[in-house]
Every structure is written in structure tokens, then in C-alpha cells.
């Protein structure tokens, strides 16, 4: 599976991007997809994650209210809504999906749980 991430930028605080992520190389309809990012000298942290039937969403506390990630299984595509960006949400943003949990209803918050990712894309919010 290769994924393509896409939509970073730059925004000011209070705007909004939208990230999308496109698979290639086999399905990930089955499988649960994860957003990631990582900012300058801290570690990679969860951000959002969507079950491989788009019915379960979560969200890190920090992002809860503001991002909202859903999924079109026909176009192989994951994509991530930010609004109300913060400039503490800049980082490198990751999508992410699961290879071994076939059709599971719950969404890993551990990077370790995912399998194939993106090349990341990079979101800055100035204030």
C-alpha cells in the first residue's frame, strides 16, 4: 500500500485546511486509517482515526471539536478537516493504515498498530 497525503500549508490561526490522504497498490477499505503528526523535537503524536466503515471516529483531546476525519471507501481516500487551527497544531501531518486488523470496530491510537504511511505533509499556523 502506498499513501499520498496532501492539502498542507500554511493557515492563520482560526482557519482551516483540509488534509486528504489517497492509497494506492491494494484497498484499505477493510481497514482503519489514522492521522499523525509530529512537530519540531517532540514525538509523534495521534490525532484522529477512522473504523474501516467510517462509523467510529476518535480524536485526540486536543484536536476534539475542531478536526473531523471521514473516509470514501469507493476512491480509496481518507481525509481530514481542520478548523479553528491553533499554531500549536502546526506540525508534519501523517495518515496512516492498519494491515492486520481486518474490518475491526476500534481504532489504534498507537503508531505501532499501523502498517503502511504516508510521506507526511507539513501544516503551519501562524498567529
Known amino acids: 500500500v502506498q499513501l499520498q497525503a496532501s492539502g498542507g500549508g500554511l493557515a492563520q490561526a482560526g482557519g482551516s485546511l483540509r488534509l486528504s490522504c489517497a492509497a494506492s497498490g491494494r484497498t484499505i477499505s477493510n481497514y482503519a486509517m489514522g492521522w499523525f503528526r509530529q512537530a519540531p523535537g517532540k514525538e509523534r503524536e495521534f490525532v484522529a482515526g477512522i473504523t474501516w466503515s467510517g462509523a467510529s471516529t476518535y480524536y485526540a483531546d486536543s484536536v476534539k471539536g475542531r478536526f473531523t476525519t471521514s473516509r470514501d471507501n469507493a476512491k480509496n481516500t481518507v481525509t481530514l478537516q481542520m478548523n479553528s487551527l491553533k499554531p500549536e497544531d502546526t506540525a508534519v501531518y501523517y495518515c496512516?493504515?492498519?494491515?492486520?486488523?481486518?474490518?475491526?470496530?476500534?481504532?489504534?491510537?498507537?503508531?505501532?498498530?499501523?502498517?503502511?504511511w504516508g510521506q507526511g505533509t507539513l501544516v503551519t499556523v501562524s498567529s
Open positions: 496512516a493504515a492498519e494491515g492486520r486488523r481486518w474490518r475491526s470496530t476500534v481504532v489504534a491510537g498507537s503508531a505501532s498498530r499501523y502498517d503502511y
